[in-house]
């Protein structure tokens, strides 16, 4: 059985004043992940932005779930993708449950009471993400990479189709980030996510993602596992000797 597609882009520019991607065409299925690679400045967070809805296209058109993101209010959309950036300070005297909760924002009726459906996705969230012990403790008393695993329990609770993670490994030590990732892909295989994520250590990259972008000056593309061409293209894009790419397995 051939998995849906969730993210269709064609002829996408994006930027602000001038482009700093252009002419990308990018499809990705149910259950896949897409890494972003390239160095500080090329677009990568921007690009996030706008497969979200959050910043229009220059050009050309993001589809999430056959629809036209430019044509969905911002409240369709965020029931059609969700996207989390790097960590701001927020609110830390929130409890992880509380802000679990906040992701069912988009799906609340006019007086902002949330109903069963709502309880249950918080509940889902929760444990899909091991924090039920954890529900009660506020944000300032938990580690930090409990304290991401409840950022990503607020996206599920959201409930859509799309994810989109800025970095979402930075700043946890090497067992977090493993705990992090065993956690994404476990959800993606179970819940049927697409999976768009921006990250800097391309080994990790490589390994954690099905599909790698790599964003450059001179443009974007794709670079598979198997390229023999992988580390000069590589090299190329971050503006470094060849022997300067890690060794990619």
């Known amino acids: 059985m051939t998995a849906a597609t969730v993210l269709e882009a064609r002829d996408l520019a994006c930027g602000y004043d001038a482009p700093l991607v252009s002419g990308l065409d990018l499809t990705l299925s149910q259950g896949q992940a897409l890494a972003v690679v390239g160095p500080n ?3 990568k967070t921007t690009l996030l932005r706008t497969l979200a809805g959050q910043l229009p296209p220059l050009t050309g058109t993001v589809h999430v779930g056959g629809a036209d993101l430019a ?7 965020a029931k059609r993708v969700t996207i989390l950036l790097q960590e701001d300070p927020g609110d830390h005297s929130l409890t992880v449950r509380e802000l679990v909760e906040l992701g069912r924002t988009p799906h609340l009726g006019l007086w902002g009471r949330p109903g069963p459906e709502d309880l249950q996705a918080v509940e889902q969230a929760l444990q899909a993400c091991h924090l039920e012990e954890l529900a009660h403790r ?3 008393r938990v580690s930090g ?3 991401q695993r409840a950022r990503i329990a607020m ?9 989109l993670l800025d970095e979402p490994a930075s700043h946890l030590d090497l067992r977090r980030r493993v705990e992090l990732f065993e956690l994404l892909t476990t959800l993606r295989r179970q819940r049927h996510l697409a999976l768009v994520m921006v990250l800097h250590d391309l080994p990790e990259a490589y390994q954690e993602a099905d599909r790698v972008l790599v964003l450059g000056q001179s ?6 596992a198997g390229d023999p061409e992988r580390r ?12 300067r790419i890690p060794g990619l397995g």
């Open 219 to 224: 443009g974007a593309a794709e670079v598979p």
């Open 145 to 147: 990479g409990e304290r």
């Open 138 to 140: 506020r944000l300032d």
């Open 71 to 77: 044509r969905q209010s911002h409240l369709q959309r």
């Open 41 to 43: 400045g090329v677009g």
């Open 232 to 243: 000069g293209k590589l090299a190329r894009a971050f503006e470094v000797p060849e022997e």
């Open 155 to 163: 996206t599920l609770a959201q409930q859509t189709a799309l994810l």
